[in-house]
């Protein structure tokens, strides 16, 4: 079944089911080089989000500009958008990334230092995991390095 499976994909220009396009594979192996420890620039992947409406697209874009190791707050997203009122919006926009890391909404935290929201697999205890990887100071430990693992 195997060699059927591997015959048509050659033939057909395709790869075999289970083994991932070479820019996908890249994107993989970023990843666990990332929540190993070395930390990776994820701004180089191609996100298609031209469907999202303009406002989203913007927050998503000031956030994929965030470093590792660095927090902002939805306050200072809103105010980087030139609409200083919109922390909220700004939240809701990050509550439906699609591709969180990759967007990294997890740098985003509420104005008191606080974690706020993450929508992804394990919630705030996931969230608090990529800030620790990425030696981010979030809690009453914004503006300095988190000592938490």
């Known amino acids: 079944?195997?060699?059927?499976?591997?015959r048509i994909a050659r033939n057909s220009g395709g790869q075999p089911a289970g083994t991932p396009l070479p820019e996908i594979a890249r994107v993989?192996?970023?990843?666990?080089?990332?929540?190993?420890g070395d930390l990776q620039?994820?701004?180089?992947?191609?996100v298609d989000i031209e469907?999202?409406?303009?406002?989203?697209?913007?927050?998503?874009g000031v956030a994929r500009e965030i470093p590792a190791g660095e927090t902002r707050t939805?306050?200072?997203?809103?105010?980087?958008?030139?609409?200083p009122g919109a922390a909220r919006a700004v939240g809701h926009v990050l509550g439906r990334n699609?591709?969180?890391?990759?967007?990294p909404c997890h740098r985003v935290l509420a104005s008191d230092g606080k974690l706020g929201g993450f929508?992804?697999?394990?919630?705030?205890?996931?969230?608090?995991?990529?800030?620790?990887?990425?030696?981010?100071?979030f809690g009453r430990w914004r503006g300095q390095r988190s000592l938490i693992l």
Request: net charge neutral; no cysteine; glycine share 6%.
């Open 74 to 83: 939805y306050g200072e997203i809103a105010e980087a958008l030139n609409r």
């Open 119 to 137: 929508s992804a697999y394990g919630g705030q205890a996931t969230k608090a995991r990529l800030l620790t990887v990425e030696g981010a100071a």
């Open 98 to 103: 699609p591709v969180p890391l990759i967007i």
């Open 41 to 46: 620039d994820f701004r180089d992947v191609a």
């Open 51 to 60: 469907k999202v409406a303009p406002f989203a697209r913007r927050v998503y």
């Open 28 to 36: 993989i192996e970023k990843v666990r080089l990332h929540l190993s």
């Open 1 to 6: 079944m195997e060699e059927t499976e591997a």
